[in-house]
T-cell receptor, first 116, second 115 residues
Framework: GAVVSQHPSRVICKSGTSVKIECRSLDFQATTMFWYRQFPKQSLMLMATSNEGSKATYEQGVEKDKFLINHASLTLSTLTVTSAHPEDSSFYIC????????????FGDGTRLSIL | AQKITQTQPGMFVQEKEAVTLDCTYDTSDPSYGLFWYKQPSSGEMIFLIYQGSYDQQNATEGRYSLNFQKARKSANLVISASQLGDSAMYFCAMRGGAGSYQLTFGKGTKLSVIP
């Protein structure tokens, strides 16, 4: 199946820093990727849909100027958390739509972001 | 709007026994898909099994099977012969509508397998 690589796996940085997270589809060309956020002991909440070559579609309540998404190629989408604050600390995970039967999403390993 | 409900925050099962994790859903779309994912403590999401709303038979994948009862809007995951490595969070998710690929997740069930 498709392999999704997400980097970095963990980030600890100071408040005010911007952090970029990469999501790569290693053996599948992905026109659509998804970004989720997961607080401790909670479910995944969809933040945005990343579309190759066009603007991302953000879910209600997600600040697009805060969470910048770029999907410049068929294998790479990036999420940049701009001017991060402690409340942005969370687990961020991306997924890729595959072309296999029943269209399951395949997920990266996630990024644990801690803002001090 | 779509909704997934997992009513069991935590479950325990003896090693080698079978366990059922509950999932009910609500949607007005006639076409939808139901997924189960496993999330170990390391955080990655592992796809387990899929059931389409028009599938006539219950899905099976190795030790995983999905008990799909459309009229009751339930899609319970059955894990047979539980192993210690099955201890994890399990999420039920729905993809709704033709051409819609977004997933709506339930709150999850934490499964603990007892030796």
């Amino acid at each position: 199946g498709a392999v999704v690589s997400q980097h970095p796996s963990r980030v600890i940085c100071k408040s005010g820093t911007s952090v970029k997270i990469e999501c790569r589809s290693l053996d599948f060309q992905a026109t659509t990727m998804f970004w989720y956020r997961q607080f401790p002991k909670q479910s995944l909440m969809l933040m945005a849909t990343s579309n190759e070559g066009s603007k991302a579609t953000y879910e209600q309540g997600v600040e697009k100027d805060k969470f910048l998404i770029n999907h410049a190629s068929l294998t790479l989408s990036t999420l940049t958390v701009t001017s991060a604050h402690p409340e942005d600390s969370s687990f961020y995970i991306c997924s890729v739509l595959t072309g296999t039967k029943n269209q399951p999403q395949h997920f990266g390993d996630g990024t644990r972001l801690s803002i001090l | 709007a779509q909704k997934i409900t997992q009513t069991q925050p935590g479950m325990f099962v003896q090693e080698k026994e079978a366990v059922t994790l509950d999932c009910t859903y609500d949607t007005s779309d006639p076409s939808y898909g139901l997924f189960w994912y496993k999330q170990p403590s390391s955080g990655e999401m592992i796809f387990l099994i899929y059931q389409g709303s028009y599938d006539q038979q219950n899905a099976t994948e190795g030790r995983y099977s999905l008990n799909f009862q459309k009229a009751r809007k339930s899609a319970n995951l059955v894990i047979s012969a539980s192993q210690l490595g099955d201890s994890a969070m399990y999420f039920c998710a729905m993809r709704g509508g033709a051409g819609s690929y977004q997933l709506t997740f339930g709150k999850g069930t934490k499964l603990s397998v007892i030796p």
